[in-house]
């Protein structure tokens, strides 16, 4: 399977410093979500576009669960896999796009996409995850959502600097999911809960890598009363 990989500086400038918990309100936030939920020891969890896999070593870790992690950059694979072979953890990392991901139906009681899906065809992915889910199972996800419509120059700046393939409401959202056959659709919003990201540096970090850093940093602020997140909980 051919693995497409976006055009998006965001994600290299992610992959090059290899930010670990890069989704508003980082791993603090995760932790709070996952305490809602009911988790076993014989728990099947997916993190979808796991990064460098902060999350699924920290679900691996503090359930005991059987977790798998899958990315599209090579880069990230190779951060997540180090990780979680320095903390001798057995959580399977696998180099896939979320539109098709090489595991079987049903296979998951929990799947986690943490700022991955804007990236990806929605739908697609959406449909995967349902696929991949089984009876019962919860999908959870912390996704940028935008407050309203944005106008055509706008949309493309940001489309084009992160690479999103498309940018949504919650109302949009609330479409994709029902759409693919999710049930029981909540949407909650923290803004309170902050964390620190993990750094797994690259060795060759172009200095275009901080340039692109600091436009991150103009985009949010140039959109703060717009481009927020939501997290999303359904189930199957
Ligand atoms: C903003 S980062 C979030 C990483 C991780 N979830 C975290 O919170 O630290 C987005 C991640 O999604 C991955 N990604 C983007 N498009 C993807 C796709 N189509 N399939 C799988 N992963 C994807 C990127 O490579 C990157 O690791």
Redesign the pocket.
């Known amino acids: 399977m051919g693995v497409?990989?976006?055009n998006?500086k965001?994600?290299d400038f992610?992959?090059k410093l290899g930010?670990?918990?890069?989704?508003p309100g980082?791993i603090n936030l995760?932790k709070e979500i996952f305490k809602k939920e009911t988790i076993k020891k014989s728990s099947r969890i997916l993190?979808?576009?796991?990064?460098?896999g902060?999350?699924a070593a920290y679900l691996a870790y503090k359930y005991g669960a059987y977790v798998t992690g899958?990315?599209?950059?090579p880069i990230?694979v190779a951060k997540a896999k180090r990780r979680i072979e320095k903390k001798h953890l057995a959580v399977n990392i696998i180099h896939?796009?979320?539109?098709e991901i090489p595991l079987p139906d049903s296979d998951f009681d929990f799947v986690i996409?943490?700022?991955?899906l804007s990236?990806?065809?929605k739908p697609r992915?959406l449909k995967e995850i349902f696929r991949l889910l089984k009876t019962g199972g919860r999908f959870v996800a912390?996704e940028q959502t935008i407050n309203y419509p944005l106008k055509e120059d706008e949309e493309t700046e940001i489309k084009e600097f992160y690479?999103f393939d498309s940018l949504s409401t919650k109302k949009d959202w609330v479409t994709f999911f029902r759409e693919a056959g999710f049930e029981h659709i909540r949407i909650q919003k923290n803004t309170a809960i902050h964390s620190v990201?993990d750094f797994h540096y690259s060795e060759d970090i172009a200095p275009e890598i901080y340039e692109i850093m600091q436009k991150h940093f103009e985009l949010i602020f140039k959109y703060q009363g717009n481009l927020g997140y939501r997290i999303y909980t359904c189930t199957k």
């Open positions: 497409l990989i976006q998006s965001y994600l992610l992959t930010i670990g918990g890069a989704h980082g995760t993190d979808v576009g796991c990064g460098t902060q999350t899958i990315d599209i950059s990230m896939c796009s979320v539109e996409s943490e700022s991955v990236f990806a065809n992915a912390i690479g990201p």
